[in-house]
């Protein structure tokens, strides 16, 4: 199969962006609202077992204030809390605090050179993936991305593959022609299910999580003058990820796909 297009996850992958960047938005907003709640780095670490910033804050309420009288809908406090946490984040990353990891922009460079379509599937909100887009890679990158899947676009969130079938259906491409590239144990989930071949780059919270069914585990992208780590599986004679490591898992996988056909 030649490759055709590479879908990129948000958090962890593009930037290291959950202790520095969403924790700390959490807990402005929290404070902004008059409650003295601070999610330490280890609570938070916990607490992204829960993929989504909504779901995570209901959880939250559920194990560590399990007595408290919301005034209305537990949904609708959320939301609001959300939104004032979204706002805080846009202001964390327009600060420039949270660079894109290694090999990121080269990677979408090459990826653009060689017409190789890219697309997004998180489970952040829009507005998160537009100011770390437009931060780390310019005002106009937004628009390389042929498809941004982002947030509530999908009820189910990762690991439920829905978001990536959203990409996939969106660029009408079947996933054996794309490379998904993510940080976390649930996002991989996410991305098998959907049928993808996967790069795991794992980031600070998710260093050791399973990435059994991972194509490649590498230390972080790459760059021709810091290469990467293989922590798992071969990229020989690679020593960056790019379009043609991407192909030959690509090919690789597929080759793995024939064969168990054949056995059954
Ligand atoms: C990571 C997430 C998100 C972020 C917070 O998404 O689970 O919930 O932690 O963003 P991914 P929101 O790794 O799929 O990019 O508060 O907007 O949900
Ligand atoms: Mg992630």
Redesign the pocket.
């Known amino acids: 199969m030649s490759l055709q297009a590479l879908i990129f996850?948000?958090?962890?992958?593009?930037a290291d962006?959950?202790r520095d960047g969403?924790r700390v938005?959490?807990n402005r907003a929290f404070a902004e609202s008059g409650l003295d709640w601070e999610w330490s780095v280890e609570r938070y670490g916990q607490l992204?077992e829960?993929?989504?910033?909504?779901?995570?804050?209901q959880r939250y309420l559920q194990e560590d204030q399990p007595d408290l009288i919301l005034p209305g809908d537990m949904k609708a406090w959320a939301a609001e809390i959300?939104r004032l946490?979204?706002r805080h984040?846009r202001e964390l990353v327009q600060q420039g605090i949270l660079p894109l990891r290694p090999g990121v922009k080269r990677l979408i460079q090459e990826a653009r050179q060689a017409g190789i379509r890219l697309a997004i599937?998180?489970?952040?909100?829009p507005?998160?993936?537009l100011a770390l887009l437009e931060t780390g890679l310019g005002a106009d990158s937004p628009s390389w991305f042929e498809v941004i899947a982002?947030?509530d676009v999908v009820p189910a969130?990762?690991p439920a593959p829905d978001?990536y079938c959203y990409a996939l259906e969106a660029m009408g491409l079947p996933p054996e022609v794309c490379v998904a590239i993510?940080?976390?144990h649930?996002?991989l989930q996410?991305a098998l299910q959907a049928g993808l071949t996967t790069v795991i780059t794992p980031s600070s919270y998710t260093q050791n999580e399973d990435f059994t069914g991972a194509a490649l585990v590498v230390s972080h992208l790459g760059e021709p003058s810091k290469p990467f780590q293989v922590l798992v599986g071969h990229a020989l004679p690679s020593t960056y990820f790019d379009i043609s490591c991407a192909q030959s898992l690509l090919a690789t996988s597929a080759s793995v796909t024939g064969s168990r056909i054949d056995l059954q």
């Open positions: 996850d948000v958090d962890g992958t593009l962006t959950e969403h938005a959490f992204l829960v993929s989504g910033g909504k779901e995570r804050l959300h946490k979204t984040y599937a998180t489970t952040s909100a507005d998160n993936v982002a947030g969130k990762k978001i993510e940080d976390s649930v996002g996410a």
